[in-house]
């Protein structure tokens, strides 16, 4: 399924992050995934001893990350970076995918519970939309827990009592699996509920306005 114009691309994004951190030392490790391909980078410059003062933090997310022997990182996976080539990297990513232009007419950001993943993307461009470039997304083009929402999942089941797409607990928390993960779930809901694929513009609704320049693919029958 793709949403608008021909070009567009869904991009799921999670960051691992000290909650009360905002600056370069507070991001731990940031991951995007597309059809276009993925990046998983972990923060060089991260405040481990901040990080992992949090015993669910320590156990749950540092553990998944490439250590040495000491609980350190290992710096020699190609994955572990420096902050500032994190933000290359990401503006790469997006500068790609989007072939240099605004972000609104080729991205849709989609991340589970996203306001942070969305601001520590822009905390690497100091928060400064005026500089920023027009490729980085501004804002998520849907919430994964809303659109839950919106498809009436209560308990991790849609209304007909089908469970969504399990989440291995051995992988959670791991910044690439989850935005793998998103996506999964993301699809999910597209196949099952109109609801979502309006919400994602996937589908328009009867008699609505076309501009000229959206075009809706492998729209899903009204009756579903």
């Not at 001893?49 to 996976?77: H, M, Q, V, Y």
């Amino acid at each position: 399924m793709r949403a608008h114009l021909p070009d567009f691309e869904f991009v799921y994004g999670d960051a691992e992050f000290t909650p009360n951190n905002h600056s370069d030392s507070g991001l731990v490790s940031l991951a995007l995934y597309s059809d276009f391909g993925s990046v998983y980078m972990i923060n060089q410059d991260v405040d481990r001893e901040s990080f992992c003062d949090n015993a669910f933090c320590r156990d749950n997310i540092w553990s998944k990350l490439p250590l040495r022997p000491d609980g350190g990182l290992n710096t020699a996976s190609p994955n572990v970076m420096p902050y500032a080539e994190i933000c290359a990297v990401t503006s790469n990513y997006f500068r790609d995918l989007a072939k240099g232009r605004n972000y609104r007419e080729s991205i849709g950001f989609i991340a589970d519970h996203g306001t942070q993943d969305m601001q520590r993307i822009h905390n690497l461009f100091r928060n400064d939309w005026g500089s920023m470039p027009p490729w980085i997304p501004k804002r998520p083009f849907a919430d994964l827990a809303s659109l839950e929402d919106l498809a009436g999942v209560r308990n991790d089941r849609l209304p007909d009592g089908t469970p969504l797409p399990g989440k291995d607990p051995e992988l959670a928390h791991h910044a690439l699996y989850d935005a793998q993960w998103d996506r999964e779930i993301h699809n999910f809901l597209l196949e099952r509920s109109r609801a979502v694929r309006v919400a994602s513009g996937v589908e328009l609704l009867p008699n609505e306005q076309l501009s000229g320049r959206w075009a809706v693919t492998d729209p899903k029958p009204a009756w579903d």
